[in-house]
Structures are given as C-alpha cells and as structure tokens.
C-alpha cells in the first residue's frame, strides 16, 4: 500500500523558467536510466526475492518508494521550468522566448530549433512532464532488468544507479541555476547511497557467484583466449 505526502522528499526550486533544459530533464522522468524505470525494475524484482531474501525484498521495495518520490521530485522540477506555457495564451506568450522572434533572424532561428527538439513536450503537456526521454520517445518497459536470480538483479542494479548518478552529472553541466543544480545533486547523492546499499546486500549473499544453480566446467572457467593479433599485453 503506499499513501502520497504531499511535501516532496526534498525542497526542489527554480530560479526562473527553462524550457530548454526542461526537455532535457525529461531523460530522468521517462528515460532509460531515468527514476521511473528504476522505481519499477526494483518493485518487479522484491517479488521474485520475497520468499528467499525477505530482508531484501524489504530493501527493495523502500529502494522502489524513495524512486517513485525521484520521480515525483523530477516532475515537479520540470513543471517549474515551463511556468507559463499552460498559462492563459497572452500571458503564456509575453514570458516565454517566443518573443524574441522580435528581436532579429539569429533569435527566430534559436526558438524554431527549441521547438523542433521535442515539440511534443510544449504541445501535448499543457506544461507538465511526459513519459517520454528528451528526444520524445516513450518510456518503455525493456528497460527493466529483472532476472529472478538476486545476485544477478542486485548487479544490474549496482550499475542502474552508477548510469543514473552520470546522468545527473552530466545534465548539472547544463545549467546554471544554482536551486535546480541543489536539487540534482540530492538526487545524484541517493543514487550514491542505493549503490551502496545494493553492494552491501549482495555481499550478505554467500555464494554470490557464478549466478544461478549450475556450476561451470572447471576445465575451461580459467582458459584464456588471445584472439588479438600484434604486441601482446598480459594482465593478471
């Protein structure tokens, strides 16, 4: 069961309205590596552990509950940064960058490029996020790994939150506003903090490797093939 606060988990605030890194936001709302997959690959596996690794079913679904509040943070951010375009249509156009269409080509040439980005994020909207990345394309459901086999799904997870804390450092290069780069860094930080907690819980899991049941053939577990040609580098 879960009950809706309505008090975010963290203060999120903007300076002022950016569509532009608006859209660009989107790719933790509705991507690949964005909060809402990642709030339903770990909600899909607690099941498959729940009867083996209570504790960590446990784990899974707090892990699942703080994302959908990510996700919760991630669109209320967005929905700051397109203040004004589900305004009323004069107010809507006086403060959006539409006007500088006035104020010469090169400026009518940077909003024609802004709407072509993904135009669907001001059309369909109405000024609030989509379950899209920032190209416009729909969240999917093959971004979900879910394998059955916890040691395996707490490895996929470990690197879920290692791309999602680069994702949020490379979008915080994008911008200047020092609440919107308060708000990221949160975000990045608990990315950091579920990655610990992940290795954490898959060192608890003795044996934790190879996955699954069967054991390999030990005759060729240790078999190296050197199937580059030129100078030969040796590791260990």
Not at 139 to 150: E, R
């Given at each position: 069961?879960?009950?809706?606060?309505k008090?975010?988990?963290?203060?999120?605030?903007v300076?002022?309205?950016?569509?532009r890194?608006?859209?660009?936001?989107?790719?933790?709302?509705?991507?690949?590596?964005?909060?809402?997959?990642?709030?339903?690959?770990?909600?899909?596996?607690?099941?498959?552990?729940?009867?083996?690794?209570?504790?960590?079913?446990?784990?899974?679904?707090?892990?699942?509950?703080?994302?959908?509040?990510?996700?919760?943070i991630?669109?209320?951010?967005?929905?700051?940064?397109?203040?004004?375009?589900?305004?009323?249509?004069?107010?809507?156009?006086?403060?959006?960058?539409?006007?500088?269409?006035?104020?010469?080509?090169?400026?009518?040439?940077?909003?024609?490029?802004?709407?072509?980005?993904?135009?669907?994020?001001?059309?369909?909207?109405?000024?609030?996020?989509?379950?899209?990345?920032?190209?416009?394309?729909?969240?999917?459901?093959?971004?979900?790994?879910?394998?059955?086999?916890?040691?395996?799904?707490?490895?996929?997870?470990?690197?879920?939150?290692?791309?999602?804390?680069?994702?949020?450092?490379?979008?915080?290069?994008f911008?200047?506003d020092?609440?919107?780069?308060?708000?990221?860094?949160?975000?990045?930080?608990?990315?950091?903090?579920?990655?610990?907690?992940?290795?954490?819980?898959?060192?608890?899991?003795?044996?934790?490797?190879?996955?699954?049941?069967?054991?390999?053939?030990?005759?060729f577990?240790?078999?190296?093939?050197?199937?580059?040609?030129?100078?030969?580098?040796?590791?260990?």
């Amino acid at each position: 069961m879960f009950h809706h606060v309505k008090e975010l988990q963290f203060n999120a605030r903007v300076s002022k309205p950016d569509p532009r890194f608006a859209n660009l936001l989107l790719e933790q709302f509705g991507g690949e590596n964005g909060e809402l997959a990642a709030a339903m690959q770990y909600f899909t596996q607690a099941f498959a552990a729940k009867q083996p690794y209570p504790d960590k079913y446990d784990m899974l679904m707090d892990i699942a509950t703080e994302e959908f509040s990510h996700l919760e943070i991630v669109g209320a951010t967005i929905q700051m940064l397109l203040k004004g375009v589900n305004g009323e249509l004069k107010d809507a156009a006086d403060q959006s960058e539409i006007m500088e269409v006035l104020n010469g080509k090169a400026a009518k040439e940077n909003v024609i490029h802004q709407a072509l980005v993904n135009p669907q994020l001001g059309v369909l909207s109405a000024g609030g996020p989509r379950l899209t990345n920032s190209q416009g394309i729909p969240w999917c459901s093959a971004y979900i790994h879910s394998n059955g086999d916890l040691t395996v799904d707490l490895r996929s997870n470990i690197a879920s939150e290692s791309r999602a804390k680069l994702v949020y450092e490379y979008l915080m290069q994008f911008t200047d506003d020092p609440y919107v780069k308060e708000t990221l860094s949160f975000l990045m930080t608990r990315e950091i903090a579920h990655y610990e907690m992940f290795e954490a819980a898959l060192a608890t899991i003795k044996p934790n490797y190879p996955p699954g049941v069967l054991q390999a053939d030990p005759r060729f577990t240790n078999q190296y093939f050197n199937l580059s040609q030129g100078e030969s580098v040796r590791g260990p």
